[in-house]
């Protein structure tokens, strides 16, 4: 009984000295961060150029007038982000399914999936924005789309769907090979494997990293204003070169943080996915 009752008041004591670490190093975070922060507010807000920075980028009465109007635009980006997320989800895993795929009968497809993944992750996707934007339309042919924010989403569509066919790819390859053999051993056909006990493991596996790639999408999506849909950027843009001030610029950044921080953040928890391109 008193052998118990010392390892009971070992363990309360072990308890409450790590809870004293635990407040001491709260603390210590605490006063570092109010103290670098503080410095740097210190340095910027008395720097000799900030009543100008202030009035050029922080302006509340422009900030006002402008984010009606670029909230307005910032609901297109949304829409597009939405659309080209699931085509992007749909199309990746199709690619990654053909490249991994070793039915001889399939080697032009399985070959064209890999021509696919390099050439459209090597282009840059403002430059593949470009190309489809204006070459499209310029071919002059009956049936092919010539809106702006298709030809936009296509061709951010082209571009993730080879990122995100790769992480597919690697999640699929990390399932060990038994899984497969096990699958067929009670009867499942190689397609019922594949979605029945492949798939599903593969996709958590790679959760983070798919949502990482998606968190780059919606920042990504700004990139179709080259081509001329009036989405939050180019609003905040048109706005800026109006009044010659940078506040609708700001504007329109905090509503793409709005959304990007809180994925990020999921990412985090999620066990993280790398740096966000």
Not at 145 to 173: F, M, N, Q
């Amino acid at each position: 009984m008193a052998e118990s009752a010392l390892i009971s008041d070992r363990r309360l004591e072990r308890e409450a000295a790590k809870r004293r670490q635990a407040r001491r190093g709260q603390a210590i975070a605490v006063v570092s961060s109010v103290v670098v922060l503080g410095g740097l507010a210190a340095w910027i807000l008395t720097s000799p150029g900030w009543p100008v920075v202030r009035e050029t980028f922080f302006s509340w009465s422009e900030f006002k007038n402008a984010f009606p109007e670029v909230l307005e635009g910032f609901w297109l980006d949304v829409k597009i982000f939405m659309v080209v997320e699931v085509a992007v989800l749909i199309l990746g895993l199709a690619i990654a399914l053909i490249r991994t795929s070793r039915a001889p009968a399939i080697f032009p497809i399985r070959m064209l999936g890999t021509v696919w993944v390099d050439l459209f992750r090597g282009v840059p996707v403002i430059l593949l924005i470009y190309l489809i934007g204006f070459g499209v339309p310029a071919l002059q042919l009956n049936g092919l789309p010539t809106e702006p924010v298709v030809l936009g989403g296509i061709a951010l569509t082209l571009s993730y769907s080879a990122y995100v066919a790769e992480v597919y790819r690697a999640g699929i390859d990390s399932v060990h090979h038994s899984q497969h053999d096990a699958a067929l051993a009670v009867g499942l056909t190689h397609g019922q494997a594949m979605r029945h006990v492949i798939l599903p493991q593969a996709v958590r596996r790679v959760a983070a990293p798919l949502l990482n790639d998606f968190v780059s999408l919606q920042k990504d999506v700004a990139l179709i204003s080259t081509i001329g849909p009036l989405e939050a950027y180019r609003i905040a843009q048109i706005i800026q070169g109006e009044n010659f001030n940078y506040t609708p610029l700001i504007a329109a950044a905090l509503l793409y943080l709005a959304v990007t921080v809180p994925l990020a953040r999921v990412v985090d928890r999620m066990g993280g996915a790398g740096a966000v391109r």
